[in-house]
């Protein structure tokens, strides 16, 4: 155990998160998150909801400041509303990093752009439309 470190996050999740450099991106995915299949690192954190996640991660890791929206949520397809835990992630990234806005991205292009992040969370998020992309910023 160390001081001031949030418990959630596992020393492996900890290495991934200091190995990031800026601009490098990871992906908090729910329990119907394909996470395995697309990510190149994977990190599994079953039983945990993405808004404990996500506050944790954020205590630690600054989001870019080069980019409009350091943040991505998944939208919705047409028709879906529009999930409930948006505002609690809204509320986090304004309480952790203040500003900063949250854009979206069509599910398929959310997708691919997993692809290429540097690691992918899994969760046991119950919620739909809970994946949210976060690009890691420069550490001042």
């Known amino acids: 155990m160390l001081k001031g470190i949030p418990p959630i996050l596992s020393p492996e999740l900890l290495k991934i998160l200091m190995e990031m450099g800026h601009g490098d991106e990871i992906v908090i995915g729910d329990g119907n998150f394909p996470a395995a299949s697309l990510a190149k690192r994977l ?34 397809t047409q028709g879906d509303p529009e999930p409930e835990i948006w505002k609690t992630y809204e509320q986090i990234v304004e309480k952790r990093e203040p500003g900063k806005k949250i854009g979206f991205e069509e599910r398929f292009a959310f997708y ?10 899994a969760t046991g998020e119950t919620a739909v439309y809970a994946n949210i992309i976060l690009k890691k910023g420069v550490v001042k």
């Open 43 to 76: 990190v599994r954190l079953d039983g945990h909801g993405v808004p404990e996640i996500l506050d944790a991660v954020l205590a630690l890791m600054p989001l870019d400041t080069y980019v409009a929206e350091p943040a991505a949520l998944m939208a919705t």
């Open 112 to 121: 691919e752009r997993t692809k290429k992040a540097y690691a992918v969370i």
